[in-house]
């Protein structure tokens, strides 16, 4: 029988810092707790709102999968390798921090906030070259579908990260649904509710709502309402 871990939204960490707003998923920053560290190889989810014109100042990371999605607005990147970017909503960002990298991100938009995932995975090789990567993915996906935009594969839909991890992102109308389909034995699903109310394996989840899900083969998603959801496949030992 599969194995479950419920994260209401409501009992995530909360920081206020005026110009950012964030909810943590995990222990982060100031805030642990000894029973909701990781979630396998998920080490951080934090849902971050940043007021206009502000943002992170320059930051070290090594040895960590660092994914960033866009859900509004237009976050800027610039990094110790050089890249500047700008990605928006409907984009996936990855760096591989490896080595070490440092950067930093803020607000492009000085009138309105930026909403954005940041997202932490264990890697599966240290020390790499730092990498950066960023695509858009919102003119692939289709209606009550799930779509990839990560992989382990560089071949593969997405951007690709040094783990064995498969993140798919869709958008259900109210009553239909789909089941995923783990794509490596002994992996976990962490499900996360972007907008709306959905039922996984029967559990009613309501928007940012996190269900984490093992030893199972499969998973059954049914949207309660119009509903936005992310899906993120993560190796449980690494």
Known sequence: MAKTILHKADTRAKADHGWLKSFHTFSFGMHYDPERIQFGALRVLNDDWVNGGKGFGEHPHDNMEIISIPLEGSLQ???????????????????????????????????????????????????????????????????????????????????????????????????????????????????????????????????????GIWETEKVSVVASTDAEILLMEVPMNY
């Open 77 to 211: 990147h610039e990094d110790s390798m050089e890249n500047v970017a700008v990605i928006e909503s409907g984009e996936i960002q990855v760096m591989s921090a490896g080595t070490g990298i440092y950067h930093k991100e803020f607000n492009k938009n000085k009138n309105e906030p930026v909403k954005f995932l940041q997202i932490w995975l264990f890697p599966n090789q240290r020390n790499v070259s730092p990498r950066y990567q960023q695509e858009r993915y919102d003119n692939r996906m289709i209606p009550n579908q799930f779509t990839q935009i990560l992989s382990p594969d560089k071949n593969d839909e997405g951007v690709w990260i040094y783990q064995d991890s498969w993140f798919n992102i869709g958008k259900f109308d109210k009553g239909a649904g789909t089941d995923y389909l783990f794509k490596k034995e002994g992996n976990g699903l962490y499900v996360f509710v972007l907008k709306g109310d959905i039922e996984v394996n029967g559990q009613a989840l309501n928007e940012r709502d996190g269900l």
